[in-house]
C-alpha cells in the first residue's frame, strides 16, 4: 500500500513538474520572434524605427501570435518565419520609407507608449495583454499611461512635463 | 502624409500584390493576410508595399480597435488609392498581354490536353 502511495505522489509531481516546464518553455518560446525581429529593426534607420517597427512589424507580429494561442509550435514558426525574412526587407524598407513615414504618437496607441518603463523582451504574450488592457503598473490594474504632446501622466497621479518616460515609483517611495 | 502619384513600372510579384487589391479596393489588406494570398514571404512582400506607398499607389490606415480591450496594438493597414486603380488595372492587363502565350500555341495546347 506505501508503494502504491508513493508512486502516486512521484506520478502526481512528475505530471505537475512537466506542466510547469511546458509552460516555462512556451514563455520562452514567445520570446523568440519577438527577439529577432528586434534585432533586424536595429538596421533600420533609428527615425524610422518607431513608424516601421514599433508601429507596423511588431502590431503584426503580436496579432498573428496571439491568433495562435494554445498552438506554441505554430506561433514559434510562424513569427520566426516573418521575422527572419525580414532580415533580406530591412535595408530596403528603411531606404525606401526615408522621409515618407512620420512617426504617430497617440493616447495609448502605440507599444511605446504602453510599454514605457516596462522591459519589452521579457514579457510573454499574455504580459503584454495584460499591459495593453491594464497599463504598466505592476502593482494594480488602474496604472494606465496617458501621454499627450509631450505631457505625461502615470496611473499614480505623477506628471512628467517634456515627454520624459514615467518611471514607476513604488508605494511609499518619495 | 499624402504622397505624390509616381509612375511605377510593375514587377511580376508587385502585380500579384496590386491584384488582391483591386480585388475591392475599399478592402483594408494586412501584411500577413497579403503574405498569404501572395505566397510572397515578409522579405519580399514589405519592399514592395514601401515602394508602392511611396509612390502613392497605397494609402496606410491604422486599425480601429481598443488596444486595450484587444489586448494588442491596432495594426497598420494598407489600401490602394482613388488614383491607383485605373493605373493599375491598365498596367495589370498589359502585363497579362505581355505573359499570353500566342493564340496558335494556346489552341494547340486546349487540343492536346483536351485529347489526353
Known amino acids: 500500500v506505501i508503494t502504491i502511495v508513493i508512486v502516486f505522489i512521484i506520478a502526481a509531481l512528475l505530471a505537475t513538474l512537466s506542466g510547469l516546464i511546458g509552460d516555462e518553455v512556451r514563455g520562452w518560446l514567445d520570446l523568440v520572434p519577438r527577439a529577432i525581429l528586434r534585432l533586424v529593426a536595429t538596421r533600420l534607420p533609428a527615425d524610422q524605427r518607431q513608424a516601421i517597427y514599433n508601429e507596423e512589424w511588431l502590431p503584426e507580429l503580436t496579432f498573428e501570435l496571439n491568433k495562435a494561442q494554445g498552438r506554441p509550435i505554430t506561433r514559434l514558426v510562424r513569427g520566426t518565419w516573418y521575422a527572419v525574412s525580414m532580415t533580406r526587407a530591412v535595408d530596403q524598407v528603411g531606404r525606401i520609407l526615408a522621409d515618407v513615414r512620420e512617426p504617430e504618437r497617440e493616447i495609448g496607441s502605440s507599444t511605446q507608449d504602453l510599454f514605457a518603463g516596462v522591459d519589452e523582451d521579457a514579457m510573454s504574450v499574455e504580459t503584454y495583454e495584460h499591459t495593453y488592457k491594464h497599463g504598466n503598473n505592476p502593482a494594480n490594474s488602474t496604472g494606465g499611461v496617458m501621454i499627450t504632446s509631450g505631457i505625461t501622466f502615470s496611473g499614480q497621479g505623477r506628471v512628467d512635463v517634456g515627454g520624459n518616460v514615467p518611471q514607476h515609483t513604488p508605494p511609499g517611495a518619495p | ?116
Open chain 2, 1 to 116: 502624409m499624402e504622397q505624390q502619384f509616381q509612375d511605377l513600372e510593375l514587377t511580376p510579384r508587385m502585380a500579384d500584390v496590386l491584384k488582391i487589391f483591386l480585388e475591392d479596393p475599399s478592402t483594408p489588406r494586412y501584411g500577413f493576410e497579403l503574405m498569404r494570398a501572395t505566397h510572397q514571404p515578409s522579405g519580399t512582400l514589405y519592399p514592395i508595399l514601401a515602394r508602392l506607398e511611396k509612390a502613392g499607389w497605397l494609402s496606410l490606415g491604422k486599425e480601429d480597435i481598443d488596444p486595450r480591450a484587444e489586448g494588442r496594438p491596432a495594426r497598420r493597414f494598407y489600401r490602394i488609392t482613388g488614383r491607383a486603380i485605373p493605373v493599375a488595372r491598365s498596367q495589370l492587363a498589359a502585363l497579362s498581354e505581355r505573359y499570353k502565350l500566342p493564340n496558335r500555341i494556346h489552341s494547340r495546347l486546349i487540343t492536346e490536353s483536351g485529347s489526353l
